[in-house]
Structure formats: C-alpha cells, structure tokens
C-alpha cells in the first residue's frame, strides 16, 4: 500500500483509525481528512443567514484545522498529509479517496441506533458501502 486515506474526525474511533494505520502502514503515505460538514450549521432566522452561515464556516474552519492539529500531534515524527474537505463526511471522504489515488480507507466505528446503524456507524457505513478501495473500520 502506497496511500492510505484515514477519515479523521477527533473522536476515540477515529483515534483507533490513525493508531491502527500509524501501525499497519508504516511506509506508506498517509493522508488525514476532516470533513467540514454543512448540514451542522443552524440558523437563527433567514434575515441572520449569511451572517450565520459566514461564522458556522470560520468556527468550523478552526475546529477542522484544530483536529488536524491533534492527528499530526498524534503521529509523532511521522510525516502526514492532512486536508479539510466541505461535504457529507461519508461521500467527501469516498470522493477525497478517488481523487487522490488512495490504496484503502481507514475510518473509525461507532454505534448508533436503529437496526441498520447497529454495527456500523453511519459515515463509516456509507464509507463502506461506496468505497472503490479497501475499507477497514477500526472499533
């Protein structure tokens, strides 16, 4: 493997992820993508939305780069490279995935609710379901 692609949120899981692919793949090139979703932001009315929108953006701009921060902390001395894409985390990171030659995904697990959420979460899940590489999810 050449180019390892781990989905990279912050969380237990996704720390599992990175530790497992620090681990696994230790000549391989290894990208860390946070995913900026959209769909978090709120609004207070449509008059505020621009205003709204505009610091959701710049707040989670910093968390995404704070995360990031933190995977590169975790890494030690091993070199990464790190992105911070806009999107649905699940087809983002499938989409990041392609267009940059990944060899396989590694992503973190986390339970939800629902029968269909019961053993995969569901990033991870869509992950899975629409990658075009080899996925290991990391418990």
Known sequence: ?????VAYDG??????????ALAEFPDAEL????VIDPAEATYASTEEMPA??????????????RILAEAVDRAGDR????????????????EY???HDVDQIVTGSHGRT?????LLGSV???IVRRSPVPVTVIR
């Open 1 to 5: 493997m050449k180019r390892i692609l």
């Open 11 to 20: 969380s237990k899981q996704a720390d599992a992820a990175l530790d497992h």
């Open 31 to 34: 990208h860390v993508v946070t």
């Open 52 to 65: 709204v929108a505009d610091g959701w953006h710049e707040e989670a701009t910093e968390e995404a780069e």
């Open 79 to 94: 070199e990464l490279v790190t992105d911070k894409v806009v999107g649905r985390p699940g087809p983002s990171v499938v």
């Open 97 to 99: 995935a392609e267009e």
């Open 114 to 118: 629902g029968v269909s959420r019961l």
């Open 124 to 126: 991870a899940e869509t």
